[in-house]
């Protein structure tokens, strides 16, 4: 049992209030997610032409500075390294192929949590407000975020094993279930060159959506191809630069709320994630239906 969280503004005049609304809506589904807890915030926050890198220091915490030095040294472009919690986000305009080489020979502790333009990523483990005080998610501002609070099922309790798991780039994915058959899928994906960080069946459910993707489909048939080939008990919200997409298996049985105002979308995986949102009594609240995809876009 895990619990997930989106929230994606229509209306932008409330973006400086994203990490405000959403550390509620974490904390109150700490209940079926102690373990771990992690937030992707997408915010237009870098110059043009830019990646941010979110780095995430399961054990020691390397000196940063001398990190941001390095990068740029080896890269031979501006590095812009923003400090939260014990972890980093790197602002640069390096390939992604010279900053994780270059990551690789500088602090091999680090672990590469997430990428994009727009994404930042920041996941522990801990409950979900011990954890948002610690990367200040409250102060974050952003047009969109997905979280997760995990009770670990299938594999270790660890800040790699939690979720979202950020795959390709601004590709987000928050999931609760399990799956059946992601053995031989992480086979089939192993074989056609894809590295995996965990054992966790999320994790290849992402890089499985990330593949499909670089096929050329889009979010929407992405999913549809989810339901075609994965087995099991499963809701996910998947977000991209920009879109949020729900979907659940053919029973529905691991709960999924929406409700949807003028202002904003919602998702929880109970009602009572939702219901200190503004104007949360003017919204259409509805249940997903099985193997039904919906997509909300810019």
Same mark, same amino acid.
């Given at each position: 049992?895990?619990?997930?969280?989106?929230?994606?503004?229509?209306?932008?005049?409330?973006?400086?209030?994203?990490?405000?609304?959403? $550390?509620?809506?974490?904390?109150?589904?700490?209940?079926?997610?102690? &373990?771990?807890?992690?937030?992707?915030?997408?915010?237009?926050? =870098? *110059?043009?032409?830019?990646?941010?890198?979110?780095?995430?220091?399961?054990?020691?915490? *390397?000196?940063?500075?001398?990190? @941001?030095?390095?990068?740029?040294?080896?890269?031979?472009?501006?590095? #812009?390294?923003?400090?939260?919690?014990?972890?980093?986000?790197?602002?640069?305009?390096?390939?992604?192929?010279?900053?994780?080489?270059?990551?690789?020979?500088?602090?091999?502790?680090?672990?590469?949590?997430?990428?994009?333009?727009?994404?930042?990523?920041?996941?522990?483990?801990?409950?979900?407000?011990?954890?948002?005080?610690?990367?200040?998610?409250?102060?974050? @501002?952003?047009? +969109?975020?997905?979280?997760?609070?995990?009770? %670990?099922?299938?594999? =270790? $309790?660890?800040?790699?094993?939690?979720? *979202?798991?950020?795959?390709? /780039?601004?590709?987000?994915?928050?999931? !609760?279930?399990?799956?059946?058959?992601?053995?031989?899928?992480?086979?089939?994906?192993?074989?056609?060159?894809?590295?995996? #960080?965990? &054992? !966790?069946? /999320?994790?290849?459910?992402?890089?499985?959506?990330?593949?499909?993707?670089?096929?050329?489909?889009?979010?929407?048939? %992405?999913?549809?191809?989810?339901?075609?080939?994965?087995?099991?008990?499963?809701?996910?919200?998947?977000?991209?630069? #920009?879109?949020? %997409?729900?979907?659940? #298996?053919?029973?529905?049985?691991?709960?999924?709320?929406?409700?949807?105002?003028?202002?904003?979308?919602?998702?929880?995986?109970?009602?009572?994630?939702?219901?200190?949102?503004?104007?949360?009594?003017?919204?259409?609240?509805?249940?997903?239906?099985?193997?039904?995809?919906?997509?909300? +876009?810019?």
């Amino acid at each position: 049992m895990c619990g997930i969280v989106g929230l994606r503004f229509k209306n932008l005049e409330l973006e400086p209030r994203l990490g405000e609304f959403v $550390v509620p809506m974490l904390d109150v589904l700490s209940s079926r997610g102690p &373990d771990s807890t992690g937030v992707a915030v997408y915010t237009d926050d =870098a *110059p043009d032409g830019t990646t941010k890198y979110s780095l995430s220091t399961p054990s020691a915490e *390397p000196d940063w500075s001398a990190l @941001a030095d390095g990068l740029r040294e080896r890269l031979g472009e501006n590095v #812009d390294l923003r400090r939260k919690g014990r972890d980093a986000v790197v602002v640069t305009k390096a390939s992604a192929a010279a900053v994780l080489e270059s990551l690789d020979e500088l602090a091999p502790m680090v672990r590469l949590a997430g990428f994009g333009h727009f994404v930042e990523v920041y996941k522990d483990v801990g409950p979900a407000l011990e954890v948002c005080e610690r990367y200040e998610v409250s102060a974050m @501002a952003g047009y +969109q975020a997905i979280g997760h609070t995990r009770m %670990a099922t299938e594999s =270790a $309790v660890t800040t790699e094993h939690s979720h *979202p798991f950020v795959i390709g /780039s601004d590709l987000g994915l928050v999931h !609760n279930g399990t799956f059946s058959n992601y053995a031989s899928i992480r086979r089939r994906l192993a074989a056609d060159g894809a590295r995996f #960080d965990t &054992d !966790n069946d /999320s994790e290849v459910a992402a890089r499985f959506i990330a593949a499909e993707i670089r096929r050329g489909l889009d979010l929407s048939a %992405a999913l549809r191809s989810v339901l075609a080939v994965f087995d099991g008990f499963y809701t996910l919200l998947v977000a991209t630069a #920009d879109a949020i %997409a729900v979907v659940r #298996d053919s029973s529905a049985c691991k709960p999924m709320v929406v409700a949807e105002t003028e202002d904003y979308v919602a998702v929880g995986s109970e009602y009572i994630a939702l219901a200190e949102l503004p104007f949360i009594e003017r919204a259409e609240v509805f249940e997903p239906m099985p193997e039904e995809i919906y997509t909300w +876009q810019i």
